[in-house]
């Protein structure tokens, strides 16, 4: 039996933000992380991705769980594991251009995290300075600030120093 009316269309993924409008966006985990998971919620959320257009996820999540979930909603995902211990420059060196060719071939992305924490920001931030959309590090932190509607803490500011020492899209 298909879906009708609003409940068709999905739910907005928890502490969903665009980074650039209409082309980047971050969010929580579809579903919710840890003892908040719901697999109801994760499915309704994923249909709304689907249903916004959105091209591809990037999962920076560690662990491939419920990635199969993508694949049976429709919806295409890049898995790029990041955890607190990996080596950042050796990851935002091969994520950043994987990102940019997807976004300057027409696509919508949503990467998310398990949480919507310092490390999703702090990556979208990073991309922002990686590609040159915003020149420095601390408009860098402004401009995530606003548009997350959260202070970035050192975590997060080290991955925007990171992307600003990897060479950009211009010198690869």
């Known amino acids: 039996m298909a879906m009708k009316g609003k ?3 999905g739910i907005t993924p928890r502490h969903f933000s665009w980074i650039i409008k209409d082309k980047l ?6 579903g919710g992380y840890g003892h908040n998971h719901r697999k109801v919620r994760r499915q309704e959320e994923i249909i709304w991705v689907r249903e916004q257009g959105f091209t591809r996820v990037v999962s920076l ?3 491939a769980h419920n990635l199969h979930n993508y694949d049976e909603l429709g919806v295409e995902w890049v898995h790029c594991p ?3 211990q990996d080596d950042a420059p050796r990851v935002l060196t ?3 251009p994987q990102m940019r060719s997807l976004l300057t071939s027409g696509g919508k992305l949503l990467v998310h995290g398990e949480e919507l ?6 990556v979208a931030a990073g991309y922002l300075l ?3 959309l915003i020149k420095t590090g601390p408009d860098t932190i402004n ?7 959260r202070q970035l803490d050192p975590d997060g500011r080290e991955l925007i120093a990171v992307a600003g020492r990897i060479p950009g899209p211009e010198q690869t």
């Open 7 to 9: 409940w068709a269309q």
């Open 25 to 30: 966006a971050i969010s929580e985990r579809p």
């Open 61 to 63: 999540i560690p662990s």
């Open 82 to 84: 990041f955890a607190a």
């Open 94 to 96: 091969v994520l950043y």
């Open 117 to 122: 924490g310092d490390r999703v920001c702090g």
């Open 130 to 132: 990686w590609t040159g």
């Open 143 to 149: 401009a995530i600030e606003k548009l997350t509607g």
